[in-house]
C-alpha cells in the first residue's frame, strides 16, 4: 500500500535565495489619488498596488481594450486580415464622443480601424468592429462578455463596445489588468500600434488625430496602452512601461482632472521601478530538493525547477527570504520527466509569498522485484518503527 507525506523543510541556507537579503528599511506604502487602482508585474505575476482593485466600474474607453482583443483574436484565427474592410452603418456614423469622423460612403480596413481606435478612441470605429464581426453591437457585447468569463475576467460586463455609459458597462480594475497584459503578451505583432504618437486618418480632424495617453511623451518607457473619461468614471488610464528589460502594466481610475491622471500615471511608474528590484532566484533545471521514490527502478528523483524563476523584492526589504519546500514522499513510480510533484514557497517581506512548482528531475520507471521488495520492506520497517515508537 502506497504511504504519502507531507513534508516541508525550511531552506533559509538555500544559496540562491539566501544571496538576496538585503538592508534597510521596508518600503512605505504608495498612497495613490485614484479611486481604484491594480500595478502589477507581470513577468513575476507580481502585485505591486491593489486598491478597490475587485470593484466593477464604469471603465469608460479603456473598454475598448477588450473590443481590440476580439478584434486581435479575430486576425488570430484568420477571420479577418488587416486589409479586411468594413462597411460604415448609420449607426455608427452618427454615434458621439471621440470619433474617426467615418462616413457612410468609408470601407475603412481593419488596420484603420485598429490605429482609430488605439490612437483617436474612435467610438465609430468600435461600432464598426463590433458590426463587422458580430452584426449587431448588441451581439458583439454579448460575446465579449462571454470572452470576458472565459478569460477570467469576473468583474466585467458590457453592453457596447466603446465604453459609453451604461448600467451594464462594468469592469475591476484587475479586469482591465488582465485584458492589458493579454493585449501585450499574445498580440506583439499588433501591439506597436498602442505606442503611436499620433494617426491622421485620411487627413480628417487634424485635432483628433494625438494620442491621448500622456506617458507616451515622456521618455519613461511607456509604450501603451489607453486612457478614458467620462463623467461617471472620471479620468482613467490603463499604463505599461518598460524599463531595462522590466514591464510595469498600471490601471487607474476616478481621478478628476488629465492632469492629475497624468501625474498618478508617471508617479505609479516611478514608484514601480524604482522601490521594487528583481532578481534571479533559480535557474531551469536546478534542484531543490529530492524525494525518495516507491517501486522504481532508482531510490529518489531530483525536484527541479521547471523555467528559470525571477523574484521581485522592495528596493529597500530588510532581513533575509526564507522558503520551503513541499512535497510528498515516497512517490509511487513510474514518474515522468517534468511531473510536478511539489512547490517552493518564498516568503517576502510585505509581499504576498511567491511559489514555484518542483517538477521531476527525469523519468523513473517501474522498478523489478529486488526495488519492489525493497520499497515494500522500507514501508513495513516505518511503519513498525512508528508502533513503537523508534
Aim: include cysteine; hydrophobic fraction near 45%; proline fraction near 5%.
Amino acid at each position: 500500500m502506497e504511504q504519502t507525506f507531507l513534508r516541508a523543510k525550511t531552506l533559509t541556507m538555500l544559496a540562491a535565495i539566501a544571496a538576496l537579503a538585503l538592508a534597510g528599511p521596508a518600503r512605505a506604502a504608495f498612497e495613490t489619488r485614484a479611486t481604484a487602482a491594480y500595478v502589477f508585474d507581470p513577468a513575476t505575476d507580481t502585485v505591486l498596488l491593489s486598491k478597490n482593485a475587485d470593484e466593477p466600474m464604469p471603465p469608460a474607453s479603456m473598454a475598448k481594450l477588450m473590443t481590440l482583443n476580439m478584434l486581435f483574436e479575430a486576425l488570430r484565427d484568420g477571420r479577418v486580415t488587416l486589409e479586411t474592410q468594413f462597411s460604415v452603418s448609420s449607426r455608427a456614423m452618427a454615434i458621439g464622443g471621440s470619433t474617426m469622423f467615418l462616413n457612410d460612403r468609408d470601407r475603412p480596413t481593419v488596420e484603420e480601424l485598429i490605429r482609430g481606435i488605439i490612437v483617436q478612441s474612435g467610438n465609430d470605429a468600435c461600432v464598426v468592429v463590433a458590426e463587422g464581426l458580430a452584426g449587431t453591437e448588441e451581439a458583439f457585447a454579448r460575446l465579449m462578455t462571454e470572452r470576458a468569463r472565459a478569460l477570467g475576467m469576473t468583474g466585467s460586463t458590457f453592453a457596447n463596445s466603446t465604453g459609453w455609459p451604461h448600467p451594464n458597462q462594468r469592469m475591476s480594475m484587475r479586469d482591465l489588468g488582465i485584458v492589458a497584459e493579454r493585449l501585450i503578451e499574445e498580440f506583439p505583432e499588433y501591439y506597436g500600434y498602442f505606442a503611436e504618437a499620433e494617426y491622421p486618418f485620411d487627413g480628417r480632424a487634424p485635432q483628433n488625430r494625438f494620442n491621448r495617453n500622456p506617458l507616451l511623451k515622456l521618455g519613461i518607457g511607456a509604450d501603451g496602452l489607453k486612457t478614458g473619461h467620462t463623467r461617471e468614471a472620471g479620468y482613467g488610464l490603463v499604463g505599461s512601461a518598460v524599463q531595462d528589460g522590466r514591464r510595469v502594466v498600471f490601471v487607474i481610475t476616478g481621478l478628476e482632472t488629465e492632469a492629475q491622471r497624468a501625474e498618478e500615471g508617471e508617479r505609479i511608474v516611478n514608484w514601480a521601478f524604482r522601490q521594487f528590484v528583481q532578481r534571479e532566484v533559480l535557474r531551469k533545471g536546478e534542484r531543490v530538493a529530492a524525494t525518495k521514490v516507491w517501486m522504481g527502478e532508482i531510490e529518489q528523483v531530483g525536484l527541479v525547477a521547471p523555467d528559470d524563476i525571477a523574484i521581485l523584492l522592495p528596493a529597500l526589504a530588510q532581513g533575509a527570504l526564507e522558503a520551503e519546500v513541499h512535497y510528498r514522499t515516497p512517490i509511487l513510480a513510474p514518474i515522468e520527466a517534468g511531473q510536478e510533484l511539489g512547490e517552493l514557497v518564498i516568503t517576502r517581506p510585505e509581499m504576498d509569498p511567491l511559489r514555484v512548482p518542483l517538477v521531476a528531475e527525469r523519468t523513473v520507471g517501474r522498478g523489478g522485484f529486488v526495488p519492489r521488495l525493497r520499497s515494500a520492506s522500507e514501508v513495513l520497517i516505518g511503519l513498525g518503527r512508528e508502533a513503537t515508537g523508534l
